[in-house]
């Protein structure tokens, strides 16, 4: 008997510890703001999608943190804008040209280091997946490893992108990036979706 209460209180506990959904977050009447690649503080020398940037995005109280994720050439999950490395690092290194270890040379987070930072502050991984669409599936195998995908959203430009993230998952958060007019059905249809739009000029938003 002693053992099943001191299981049914191991129990209860793990649930109790079990992170809240992205749903659950975006219900809070609070605003929700989300560090773009992180947060790039110049006079300190911290650079956008780097492990300094994310810990300062979690530590400014941020709800969640963007990144952007690549395959490299042996299949290794990165955080990188850009194809190349030439922008933020000074190095023309294309990054799904090269491999984890030449990648590595260079302080571009994995994948998992960066989900370590969001899972320590609690905080929701936004994630834009870059390149080819086959980066969808490994970035879900991760997500549903580490039990995030309810935590998580997926978020893209590629419209192709998102059909992919919902044709392997139906409960992680989609969200298309400057979507269009000819995608609104589709995107509401898929459920537990959301879209931004690109109003390059604010006097011209429609009423």
């Given amino acids: 008997m002693k053992s099943l209460s001191l299981l049914f209180v191991m129990m209860t506990l793990c649930a109790a510890a079990a992170p809240r959904s992205f749903l659950e977050r975006l219900a809070d009447p609070r605003p929700f703001f989300i560090g773009h690649r992180g947060r790039v503080v110049k006079a300190e020398g911290i650079k956008e999608n780097t492990l300094a940037s994310f810990e300062a995005a979690a530590k400014a109280g941020l709800q ?3 990144t952007d994720v690549r395959l490299t050439r042996d299949g290794a999950l990165v955080c990188s804008h850009d194809a190349s ?5 000074g190095v023309p290194l294309d990054v799904e040209k090269s491999t984890l270890a030449e990648v590595r040379k260079h302080p571009v987070p994995t994948f998992d280091e960066y989900l370590d930072v969001c899972v320590k502050y609690d905080v929701v991984p936004f994630i834009e997946t870059k390149g080819d669409k086959k980066v969808v599936a490994p970035v879900l195998k991760v997500l549903e490893k580490r039990g ?7 978020s893209a ?3 192709a992108h998102i059909k992919e993230v919902r044709r392997l998952d139906r409960t992680v958060f989609v969200h298309h990036i400057f979507s269009k007019i000819e995608y609104l059905d589709e995107i509401a249809a898929m459920g537990n979706s959301g879209l931004s739009w690109n109003y390059p000029d ?3 938003l429609p009423p």
């Avoid at 490395?85 to 690092?89: D, E, I, S």
């Fill in 157 to 159: 430009v590629p419209y």
């Fill in 64 to 66: 969640a943190i963007e």
């Fill in 85 to 89: 490395l030439k922008r933020v690092f």
């Fill in 148 to 154: 995030l995908l309810k935590v998580a959203v997926m």
């Fill in 202 to 204: 604010l006097t011209k």
